[in-house]
Each structure stands twice: as structure tokens, then as C-alpha cells.
């Protein structure tokens, strides 16, 4: 499965180099007219993030999330911010199919597990690495938890599904961790997504040739964006 990814900041569609909030490309003044494309395009999830939420530690773009919501008819899943209960809640009772939990989550493991009792399938944490260890707060803080240590805790926890970002590639088009990727996939029972790195479709390909069938599909920013990558033949 192939997500593109709607990431924004002050209302805004941007990308930000290896998460740094000072390096910032505005792609696009209007979020909806965006996932619309990709949704012409054939995308049958989207992947939004609240940057701002991110680093604020509180979701700060609901009225675009919101607006997407109501113009597209597919899945949308959203990370960025969401570390209290109502908060997750909020977000989906706003039409979120899923909802990616990450600081929180490395924090306080009692909470994910919390979660995935209310509302299940429809938690997934986001683990953020680098250097191999979890990068929290908007990716701004390193910790000292080994990347695939957490993602088999949350695992064990009953989460179905891990969106891994090696933060290192994110926005780089420089290729995605292959060999880390493939090293959570082989930790855990549960779906892996991969983020970070892809900058052409051999990417994508590689990816299939892991052959890890709980790799269960790829997001895509900065390289569709760029038109580095053609949404149309990857969804095809």
C-alpha cells in the first residue's frame, strides 16, 4: 500500500528536511487540493501529520484535517500531537480511520495499551529512529530505547500496526533503511509501514523484494511531491 503523505504546518503542505522544523518546503497552500490529487491519483490511504501538533504536543491543524476529511472518501490516517485519550478520540470522531501515536507512546507504554483496549486496530504508534534508538518530541530528542526494543514492546501490547521512520533519510531522497526496516519487520508479529528515503520507484520495488509479509506498505512525501515518483504507476 502506498500512503501519501500530507504533512502541515500552519494550515500549510510541507516538507521538512530529516524533521527539522527550520527546513521547511511549502508545497501547497490548500491541503485539500492536494489529497484530492492524490486521490485522483489512486491513492487508497492518505497519511497526515500535524507538524505543528508535533512539536506543540497538541494537534494544531483540526480545521485542515477536518476539511480533508470531508472531501475525500478514503481512509486518512493521523499522526502529530496526539498524546491524551481525548485527544485520539477527538480525531476519530472527526472521521479518522487511524490514529499514530509516538511520544506518548515511547513515554508510557500503560497508555498504548489503554488505547488499543478502547478503540484497537484503529491505534498505530509511530516509531521514529535514529542512529537506531527512538527520536521523540517532533524527532528533536534521542533517547536511549533501542528502536526495535520498543517496537517489540508495543507489539506485545496488541498494537496491529507500526509506522516506522528512519529520521536520518526522512526528506532526503537518498533511499529508505533497507536493512532496518527489514530488521523491525523480523521483530514483530504486527504491520510494519515504512517511512523515509524513497526517491524512486526501484525504491518502492525493493521494499516488495523484502518479501516480509508484514511490511505492509510505504509512505511517500518529498518524492511525489518533486515528481521523482509517479503515484499512477506505483498504485497501478
Keep these: 500500500m502506498i500512503y501519501p503523505a500530507i504533512d502541515l504546518k500552519g494550515g500549510k503542505v510541507v516538507r521538512l528536511r530529516q524533521g527539522l522544523a527550520d527546513e521547511v518546503t511549502v508545497y501547497g497552500d490548500d491541503p ?36 480533508i476529511l470531508e472531501a475525500v472518501n478514503i481512509p486518512v490516517q493521523l499522526g502529530g500531537g496526539l498524546r491524551t485519550r481525548q485527544q485520539v478520540a477527538n480525531a476519530l470522531d472527526l472521521g479518522v480511520s487511524r490514529c499514530v501515536v ?5 513515554d508510557s507504554p500503560e497508555f ?18 535514529r542512529d537506531g534508538f527512538v527520536a521523540v518530541k ?23 500496526t507500526i509506522i516506522f521512520t ?25 504491520n510494519v509501514i515504512a517511512s523515509g528515503g524513497v526517491s524512486h520507484a526501484g525504491d518502492v520495488r525493493r521494499l516488495r523484494e523484502l518479501e516480509r509479509p508484514n511490511l505492509a506498505g ?16 506505483l498504485v497501478g
Excluded at 486521490?39 to 491543524?61: I, Q
Design 102 to 106: 509516538g511520544t506518548k507512546a515511547c
Design 112 to 129: 498504548v495499551g489503554e488505547l488499543v483496549r478502547e478503540f484497537g486496530y484503529r491505534i498505530a504508534v509511530g516509531i521514529d529512529a
Design 166 to 190: 528512519d529520521v536520518s533519510t526522512d526528506g532526503m531522497l537518498t533511499g529508505p533503511n533497507f536493512a532496518a526496516i527489514e530488521k523491525v519487520c523480523g521483530a514483530v508479529k504486527c
Design 32 to 67: 485539500v487540493a492536494v489529497a484530492c490529487q492524490w486521490v485522483n491519483a489512486g491513492a487508497r490511504w492518505l497519511h497526515v501529520v500535524d507538524l505543528d501538533g508535533a512539536f506543540a504536543g497538541a494537534p494544531r491543524n483540526t480545521e485542515s484535517v477536518q476539511t
Design 138 to 160: 517532533g524527532w528533536v530528542e534521542k533517547t536511549t530505547l533501542p528502536a526495535v526494543e520498543f517496537a517489540q514492546q508495543v507489539d506485545r501490547l496488541g498494537v496491529q
Design 218 to 233: 510505504v509512505i511517500i512525501g518529498k518524492a511525489l511531491y518533486d515528481g521523482r515518483v509517479d503515484l499512477r504507476e
